[in-house]
């Protein structure tokens, strides 16, 4: 069946480092993936997205890679931030389907 | 501030009560969604609206009434609720029914006592 999972639960880094957060995913049909970033309190907050046309797409900060052979999304945050501690969210749709499939989360933790 | 406004923020009711949440989006989307969100538990689809017609309900309880009056309004009304039925709900909008790009509110912690 179809899911969208993450490889990690937990994710800790020091403050300035890079940050790689990574995806899978197992419907062949995606054609579509986005990242959420939410912090306690708060709802999820849009990252950045991309189609399944592109490879690779960047931010401000972040930049998100999409292998489609191996079906596989990560999320890359440069220098990582104090306030980029939260819980990340990939999830996926493909067109016709009325509903984005999250994943669990990766809770990432900045050590200062 | 994403322009999506949920109130209240926290709710304890008990089974047999019934209560609303609300939800308003200043974004001018044409969109509106449910989401359920339990402890541990990727976020679940509730229901769909798009131009105030519901386009989508994933086999939800019928204690859970939606009600979306106008393209910006969204409601959630509750009856009869369980234990079980204790967690963040939320509400997104999007431009359109593409299911691209939510905007998330800031959610209702709901307990069920």
């Known amino acids: 069946g179809e899911s969208v999972g993450l490889h990690l639960p937990t994710l800790s880094v020091q403050e300035g480092d890079n940050s790689i957060i990574n995806c899978a995913y197992s419907n062949s049909a995606s054609d579509y993936f986005i990242w959420y970033k939410q912090e306690s309190g708060k709802g999820p907050q849009f990252i950045i997205d991309?189609?399944?046309?592109?490879d690779k797409r960047q931010g401000q900060r972040v930049t998100v890679l999409l292998n489609k052979t191996v079906k596989h999304l990560s999320l890359q945050i440069a220098a990582t931030q104090p306030g980029d501690s939260a819980v990340y969210f990939c999830?996926?749709?493909?067109?016709?389907?009325?509903?984005?499939?999250f994943g669990s989360g990766t809770r990432l933790q900045v050590q200062p | 501030e994403t322009g999506v406004t949920q109130t209240p923020r926290h709710l304890v009711m008990g089974m047999t009560n019934k209560k609303s949440l609300k939800c308003e989006q200043h974004l001018g989307h044409n969109a509106m969604y449910w989401y359920k969100q339990s402890a541990k538990k990727p976020l679940e689809l509730m229901f769909v609206y798009n131009f105030k017609e519901q386009t989508e309900n994933n086999s939800v309880p019928s204690r859970f009434s939606p009600e979306c009056p106008n393209s910006s309004h969204l409601f959630l009304h509750l009856h009869t609720l369980q234990p079980e039925d204790s967690a963040l709900y939320l509400c997104a909008s999007s431009q359109d029914n593409t299911n691209e790009k939510l905007f998330f509110g800031s959610g209702t912690q709901l307990s069920v006592l």
């Open positions: 991309i189609r399944s046309n592109m």
């Open positions: 999830a996926e749709n493909h067109t016709g389907r009325r509903a984005l499939t």
